[in-house]
């Protein structure tokens, strides 16, 4: 009966070392399919890793600009029209930079009220069909409190007879 242990034992050790031979194979072949080579890994990484951090300064950039461009700023815009003829015509509208007619040679002023409670820098462009005539007391300036600015259109003699139209654009930019 001793014998017959031995044996059933000794079998089963075998069958033990057979099984773990048999499961050590497979895992060996499943890690050989799994495994990659080192320089592919390390080219992979190193992609992921340059996408991630052009992802990361876009998205840095695209939110320091925001804050930067559209939170500190202000921007104001001014229709302005002319009408160049052989007379002189006034207009006293304050809703834009209305100049009336004007002769050729001829110059008007108009003049815009600006205030801010906090330091800014201002600065000034203009879009139309006269920008060259123009002129402006100041641009490029930076205030606190109360001001006014003074819009000179000073015309040319060759100037035809014609309305002319155009925008002022006044950006506030806070200090």
Same mark, same amino acid.
């Given at each position: 009966m001793v014998k %017959?242990? @031995?044996k059933k034992e000794i079998d089963k050790k075998k069958r033990k070392r057979r099984n773990k031979r048999k499961r050590n194979k497979?895992?060996?072949?499943?890690?050989?399919?799994?495994?990659?080579?080192k320089k592919i890994r390390w080219i992979r990484l190193a992609f992921v890793l340059i996408i991630?951090?052009?992802?990361?300064?876009s998205l840095t950039m695209i939110l320091y @600009?925001?804050?930067?461009?559209?939170? @500190?700023?202000?921007?104001?815009?001014?229709?302005m029209k002319l009408q160049v003829?052989?007379?002189?015509r006034f207009n006293i509208e304050n809703n834009s930079l209305n100049f009336g007619m004007v002769m050729p040679e001829g110059t008007s002023e108009r003049s815009i009220e600006?205030?801010?409670d +906090?330091? +800014?820098?201002?600065?000034?462009?203009? %879009?139309?069909d006269f920008i060259d005539w123009i002129d402006v007391s100041k641009n490029d300036f930076e205030f606190k409190g109360k001001d006014s600015i003074l819009f000179t259109v000073k015309i040319p003699e060759n100037a035809t007879f014609n309305n002319y139209t155009g925008k002022a654009v006044i950006l506030f930019k806070r200090l």
């Open positions: %017959e242990k @031995n497979t895992q060996k072949r499943k890690k050989k399919k799994i495994k990659k080579p991630a951090a052009l992802i990361f300064s @600009n925001y804050f930067k461009y559209s939170y @500190n700023q202000q921007v104001q815009i001014y229709d003829g052989d007379h002189i600006i205030s801010s +906090v330091p +800014v820098y201002v600065m000034i462009f203009f %879009e139309g």
